[in-house]
């Protein structure tokens, strides 16, 4: 299986900072990967797919880049509402794994 | 917008078959992929499986001599069997539609099933 790690684990902001998470797969995946947010209780929230391109209806300032191994989240100007948990997820090759997620806490 | 629902026993026992259902509302469940991920507690997701215009099914490695998934288009639901559970299968079962097998573009809630005696 692909294995899928994401750094940091967690993370510390504020409103309005600019945060990213970064995604490494095991092999190559080249841009097989896709972001979800999740927030406690909630239904998960697909974001961004083929690691670049934003899912209808999510805000611009999420982003995503990278290609092969190594990919990116960034949110820029932090909402409020952006605090919660954020899984990547190979989607090259079954079965499809996620990273371990990293959870973005207020500072 | 589409919504999924997952429904079943919260409670297993060992040993047990453990059966949900995904009701999808607001959308046909015809030309989706419709997928089942699990979250043990303090661990991170895990694919179980898909099935794809009714008798298309792929399943993860892991898990296939034990999993099944089945859809019903009459009532617009996706299944989950998982037999001869143990206490790893103690998890948050979420459904998760995929307009692609790949990805998961719409999620449920999720519920809680946990294996005890």
């Known amino acids: 299986d692909i294995q899928m790690t994401q750094s940091p684990s967690s993370l510390s902001a504020s409103v309005g900072d600019r945060v990213t998470i970064t995604c490494r797969a095991s092999?190559?995946?080249?841009?097989?990967l896709n972001w979800y947010q999740h927030k406690p209780g909630k239904a998960p929230k697909f974001l961004i797919y083929?690691?670049?391109n934003l899912q209808s209806g999510v805000p611009s300032r999420f982003s995503g880049s990278g290609s092969g191994t190594d990919f990116t989240l960034t949110i820029s100007g932090l909402q409020p509402e952006d605090f919660a948990t954020y899984y990547c997820?190979?989607?090259?090759?079954?079965?499809?794994?996620f990273g371990q997620g990293t959870r973005l806490e207020i500072k | 917008q589409v919504q999924l629902q997952e429904s079943g026993p919260g409670l297993v026992k060992p040993s047990e078959t453990l059966s949900l259902t995904c009701t999808v509302s607001?959308?046909?469940?015809?030309?989706?992929?419709w997928s089942w991920i699990r979250q043990p507690p303090g661990k991170g997701l895990e694919w179980i499986g898909y099935?794809?215009?009714?008798?298309?099914?792929k399943y993860n490695p892991s898990l296939r001599s034990r999993v099944t998934i089945s859809a019903d288009t009459s009532r617009d639901q996706v299944s989950l069997r998982v037999t001869s559970v143990t206490a790893a299968d103690t998890a948050v079962y979420f459904c998760?539609?995929?307009?692609?097998?790949?990805?998961?573009?719409?999620w449920g809630r999720g519920t809680l099933v946990t294996v005890s005696s």
């Open positions: 998760a539609r995929g307009f692609g097998d790949y990805l998961f573009d719409s």
């Open positions: 607001a959308g046909s469940i015809r030309s989706y992929y």
């Open positions: 099935v794809y215009n009714i008798a298309n099914t």
């Open positions: 092999q190559r995946i080249t841009n097989f």
């Open positions: 083929a690691a670049s």
């Open positions: 997820q190979q989607g090259y090759t079954s079965p499809y794994t």
